[in-house]
């Protein structure tokens, strides 16, 4: 029996890989079309005529055709939405434009922080937001160092955002959403700005960037605490705050004051994440090349949990020159588990419900 409607939902269960909503929801299934002969002729409106997943589209729709015996060949053709149906679908998806900074919204964000460069603070980010998607949460991460950027790269995206009706919409790899100065920047030019470009930069990625309020929102922090963290303690000053740092007590004392500028801002302190805690050798004993300790002395002189400690592992730099997060690089490793672990702590330590510090209950 040919039922080209039974077909059209599934199709409509689809799901839009850069806007991660069913094609039936978006109103892109225009037609479907099933002839006695099994031939399958698909119309799908795109929301862009840049889509930059059509062929992943595709792919799931003749997948799902491909499971339906009655189905024998699929041909699938493309319009574009237009001006009109765009406006519809935004006013739709996105009511209001600044739903991060609304404190009814949904989503948990969390900075990660550092007092200095080079302690891994992006690898944690980029990790930490793959592995909360593996534990079912939805996930963006917004890159916010606006000189040293390297989410893309360490997540393997290589497109730059769609644009609808105002909205930037943010490309997603690894089932998480990115946004970043590296896709508006050109390779052969520097970041050169100061404090009111900063500021309207962090501003137009919390605002202009169509979110769709997932559970969690990450920022890759600058290390410091400079302009960015400042800005970003304004917009949004409910976050809650992870400082990275390593072992040696230098990392440790300079982290120190990245936690301090969170407290002042009256941000909540999450905890520690000491990374590069050791390198597990071949004859699998652990080597401390950072010292030893140093996570666990930042988070008792901070009255904070160390929430993990990450060890040095060659797959996982590797990866991340490849793209490629610890789930596909190192999977089952020590770092892995790691992150694993890190990611359940974050969803447990869920935030205190306090918006006005000067409003004490005695």
């Known amino acids: 029996m040919v039922d080209a409607q039974a077909i059209r939902e599934a199709l409509g269960r689809v799901v839009d890989p850069e806007l991660l909503r069913p094609l039936g929801e978006l109103g892109s299934i225009r037609n479907v079309r099933l002839d006695r002969r099994g031939v399958a002729e698909i119309d799908v409106a795109l929301v862009a005529p840049n889509h930059p997943q059509i062929a992943l589209i595709e792919e799931r729709l003749r997948g799902v055709c491909g499971s339906r015996p009655e189905v024998r060949s699929v041909s699938v053709s493309y319009s574009v939405m237009t001006d009109e149906e765009r406006a519809e679908l935004m006013s739709r998806l996105r009511p209001q434009r600044n739903e991060l900074s609304n404190p009814g919204s949904p989503t948990r964000v969390v900075a990660i922080s550092s007092g200095k460069g080079g302690v891994g603070k992006s690898s944690v980010s980029a990790n930490l937001g793959v592995f909360l998607v593996e534990l079912g949460q939805s996930v963006g991460i917004l890159d916010a160092d606006v000189w040293g950027f390297s989410i893309p790269a360490m997540l393997g995206v290589r497109r730059e955002p769609m644009v609808l ?7 997603v790899a690894h089932g998480v959403k990115v946004i970043s100065m590296d896709y508006f920047v050109p390779p052969d030019q520097a970041v050169i700005w100061r404090g009111p470009m900063l500021h309207k930069a962090v501003e137009q990625f919390l605002n202009d960037v169509w979110w769709d309020n997932p559970d969690f929102l990450l920022i890759d922090m600058p290390p410091g605490t400079g302009d960015v963290a400042i800005s970003l303690s304004q917009f949004i000053p409910r976050a809650q705050v992870i400082v990275v740092t390593t072992p040696q007590p230098t990392a440790q004392r300079v982290a120190k004051r990245a936690a301090l500028m969170a407290g002042r801002v009256n941000q909540e302190l999450v905890g520690i994440v000491e990374n590069m805690s050791w390198f597990t050798g071949d004859d699998r004993k652990r080597y401390f090349i950072f010292g030893e300790g140093g996570g666990a002395r930042l988070a008792e002189d901070l009255g904070l949990p160390l929430l993990a ?4 592992d060659p797959a996982l730099r590797e990866g ?6 610890a789930t596909i690089s190192a999977p089952g490793s020590e770092a892995a588990e790691s992150f694993s672990a890190l990611a359940a702590e974050v969803i447990a330590r869920k935030p205190r419900i306090r918006t006005h510090p000067e409003l004490v209950i005695r």
């Open 309 to 312: 400690r990450i060890p040095l």
């Open 320 to 325: 991340a020159d490849r793209g490629e997060p």
């Open 165 to 171: 009706e105002g909205s930037i919409i943010p490309p």
